[in-house]
């Protein structure tokens, strides 16, 4: 009887381990520009452009591309400024982001004495090589009403006379104001009158801010004496109350 053989084929094990030829990963990075800003003319406006990001402490310049522009209100889009690798191309007189600042990530700039003209969408577009991210702020500008009463405090009016009130703002913007005129009837008790009341549209002026008048006309009675009025004027910026006492002679 003839024996088994038993051939056993060796075993090779090889064990391939994949070696990853990948670029180094590139730090995560997130734009924060805040919400509306609404400002007085004259006054110096922060626009914020803020990176944060998990590189290391300062940001790799040469990876960094900073971008602002400008779209006004029903206007065509303007470039601001321009960083590129460490080289600026700059558009708006006084735009300055110093590099030191965009090591760590501010990316923002001030608008000195802001004007009606800078009024609008400012959109902060941040390349982080190969990451793009952008941010969007809105700005609007306005100046408060510079208010008059005539004649102010007391109105002296005659018995079966009539007298008109001059109640004006001046100097303000944007145009949209309204002017109303009150009589107090107690301490919690007012009325609003349309009664004798005249209102002129805003007028646009040579510096780009708005007048505006409206009259009142009295003609009291006797026991109207004592009895006290205001012009009351909202405007976006501000809102203001004029007051007087009638005075029946």
């Known amino acids: 009887m003839g024996s088994l053989r038993v051939w056993e084929s060796p075993h090779f094990l090889i064990l391939l381990l994949p070696i990853a030829f990948s670029p180094q990963a590139s730090a995560n990075i997130e734009i924060t520009t805040g919400g509306a800003i609404v400002s007085l003319r ?48 700059q558009n708006r007189r006084g735009l300055n982001i110093s590099e030191t600042d965009l090591e760590l990530g501010i990316a923002g ?7 009606f003209s800078d009024e609008g969408e400012y959109t902060c577009t941040v390349t982080y090589t190969p990451q793009k991210k ?18 102010p405090h007391f109105v ?17 913007y944007p145009g949209a104001i ?25 007028v646009l002026t040579s510096d780009g801010t708005f007048n505006v008048t409206s009259q009142l006309t009295l003609k009291p009675l006797l026991g ?20 007087f006492t009638l005075l029946v002679k």
């Open 42 to 89: 004259n006054q110096d406006v922060l626009i914020p452009c803020n990176i944060t990001h998990s590189d290391t402490a300062k940001l790799d310049l040469k990876k960094l591309s900073v971008q602002w522009t400008l779209t006004p209100p029903n206007g065509t889009q303007v470039d601001l400024y321009l960083y590129v690798s460490r080289n600026v191309t």
């Open 109 to 115: 700039f001030t608008i000195t004495q802001i004007q």
């Open 134 to 151: 952008h941010g969007a702020v809105t700005v609007e500008v306005s100046a408060q009403p510079i208010t008059t009463l005539e004649p």
């Open 156 to 172: 002296a009016i005659d018995l079966g006379m009539e007298k008109t009130i001059l109640c004006e703002a001046k100097g303000f």
């Open 178 to 202: 309204k002017l109303q005129w009150v009589k107090h009837l107690g301490p919690s008790r007012q009325e609003v009158l349309d009664a004798g009341t005249c209102f002129r549209d805003p």
């Open 224 to 243: 109207d004496n004592g009895n006290n009025y205001s012009c009351r004027i909202k405007h976006k910026s501000a809102e203001q109350q004029l007051n």
